[in-house]
Nanobody, 123 residues
Framework: EVQLVESGGGLVQPGGSLRLSCAASGFTFSSYAMSWVRQAPGKGLEWVSAINSGGGSTSYADSVKGRFTISRDNAKNTLYLQMNSLKPEDTAVYYC????????????????WGKGTLVTVSS
């Protein structure tokens, strides 16, 4: 059974930092690209960032480029999102998601999602 469990969310002041983690199990983590997606209160889903299976290729939404860094540790089956210079508009539930196809490339199609972790940016 595929499981994705996010952690690391919380309350942080504007300008602060947080590091999210996503622990994966039930599939060969190192074979799949992974993504972070967020949902702000009352809004739709927004794709944030993705990383390919080997970790050598990453992509970011313009809204987070230069502030967020996605990474992965395939030995630990864990995905990360380092978030710096946080803004109130980054407030959202953050989900990690698994690519639907195994391979070296990011397809941006996702088939499994975690339950999310809440990030609140407020003074």
């Amino acid at each position: 059974e595929v499981q994705l469990v996010e952690s690391g969310g919380g309350l942080v002041q504007p300008g602060g930092s947080l590091r999210l983690s996503c622990a994966a199990s039930g599939f060969t983590f190192s074979s799949y690209a992974m993504s972070w997606v967020r949902q702000a209160p009352g809004k739709g889903l927004e794709w944030v960032s993705a990383i390919n299976s080997g970790g050598g290729s990453t992509s970011y939404a313009d809204s987070v480029k230069g502030r967020f860094t996605i990474s992965r540790d395939n030995a630990k089956n864990t995905l990360y999102l380092q978030m710096n210079s946080l803004k109130p508009e980054d407030t959202a539930v953050y989900y990690c998601a698994k690519d639907w196809v195994a391979g070296p490339y990011i397809t941006y199609g996702m088939d499994y999602w975690g339950k999310g972790t809440l990030v609140t940016v407020s003074s």
